[in-house]
């Protein structure tokens, strides 16, 4: 998508310009995999004009393979964001109605091709939410790759926005997590979408506490409903307002509960693509460490800890920074 964001923290009504970048769930979590140096291959649908391209460079820019990208429809979808500071709370207004990937249909893409060479597979809930076309292209992607032996992971990322074609998430979603071998979520996202909740819990009203072991019942839960999930992860941001979060997360497979550290985010730059940096190290993690959970658990934490210093929707963290943090180097002294 193409992200129009107003200057720093300028509300909607007061911005007389907005900063362009790019940006998108899977998108982002292409480009910290490829950071991290992991072959990664983006596939969607975009136009033939001039903002496209730009998209395409951009991506190409980050080291994300962009051959598979198909080309037709009219336009590239947009967001807007207004970002909030203390009591007031980020805004985004989708404008993705008629946008390419949104007019999308079965069969436009050659799953068997895209599926040859790859390990793994990941989408989230904000590409079933564009439209019917988009959530039955995501389902064909889904069965091609249960059927190839690849893996599948997918971000609930609950959007109540986007949800405007007829079908609810509740009615689509269980289809497509059915054929997920890891699954990530927050405690939104499984309490909308499949009404599972940890007891007790209100996020509005942690004040940046979050207890961890409440949410093994969300993944014990979620691994009941979902057969085929072999590690549930749950992403846990303590408000304490909105340039103030503590950040964290659980990770639940083979009956055991792993926790993070907990991360105390005093000045939060851009939240946005928070839980993609996570999904994107934790890809990682689980690449590079297949036999230690906690250890890719503890580099997603830190990885998306640091993408809340970076503008834009992309961690641009490095490898090395990402392990420094872990090691407890969080000081933020010049680097010389």
Same mark, same amino acid.
């Given at each position: 998508? $193409? ?6 923290? $300028?509300?909607? =009504?007061?911005? &007389? ?31 033939? +004009? /001039? ?11 980050? +080291? ?25 709370? =980020? &805004? ?23 599926? &040859?060479?790859?390990? @793994?597979?990941? @989408? ?11 959530? /039955?292209?995501?389902? %064909? ?15 609930? +990322? ?17 289809? $497509? ?8 979520? +927050? %405690?939104? /996202? ?56 503590? @950040? ?5 497979? /083979?009956?055991?509960?792993?926790? =993070? ?24 993690? $689980? ?47 010049? =680097?010389?």
């Amino acid at each position: 998508m $193409l992200r129009l964001a107003t200057p720093g923290y $300028l509300r909607f =009504s007061q911005a &007389k310009e907005y900063g362009a970048t790019f940006g998108g769930g899977e998108a982002n979590v292409a480009v910290s995999l490829a950071n991290y140096g992991i072959e990664t291959d983006f596939i969607t649908r975009l136009p033939l +004009n /001039d903002i496209a391209e730009a998209c395409i460079m951009d991506l190409r820019a980050h +080291n994300v393979g962009v051959g598979n990208i198909l080309r037709g429809g009219d336009r590239i979808g947009i967001y807007f964001l207004e970002t909030g500071a203390v009591a007031r709370a =980020s &805004k985004v207004i989708y404008d993705r109605a008629g946008s390419s990937i949104a007019t999308i249909e079965k069969g436009s893409v050659d799953w068997k091709t895209v599926f &040859k060479d790859a390990a @793994w597979f990941h @989408w989230t809930g904000i590409t079933p939410a564009i439209s019917q076309g988009a959530a /039955d292209v995501c389902l %064909e992607a889904v069965k091609a790759a249960n059927e190839m032996g690849v893996i599948v992971s997918c971000d609930l +990322n609950y959007r109540k926005n986007l949800w405007k074609y007829g079908k609810t998430a509740s009615e689509t979603m269980p289809a $497509l997590v059915e054929g997920c071998d890891i699954i990530l979520g +927050n %405690e939104e /996202d499984c309490e909308k979408v499949f009404g599972i909740k940890p007891e007790g819990f209100d996020a509005a009203a942690t004040g940046g506490e979050v207890n961890a072991a409440e949410f093994e019942s969300v993944c014990k839960q979620m691994m009941a409903r979902f057969p085929r999930c072999r590690k549930m992860i749950v992403t846990l941001r303590g408000a304490v307002n909105a340039n103030h979060n503590t @950040w964290g997360g659980v990770l639940y497979s /083979d009956g055991a509960l792993k926790q =993070s550290k907990r991360y105390d985010i005093t000045h939060i730059v851009d939240r946005v693509g928070g839980g993609d940096s996570f999904m994107g190290g934790l890809i990682y993690g $689980l690449l590079t460490f297949p036999s230690d959970d906690q250890r890719a658990l503890d580099f997603a934490v830190a990885a998306s800890c640091l993408k809340h210093t970076i503008y834009g929707d992309y961690n641009l963290a490095t490898l090395s920074e990402v392990e420094n943090l872990m090691k407890g180097d969080g000081s933020g002294r010049v =680097s010389r």
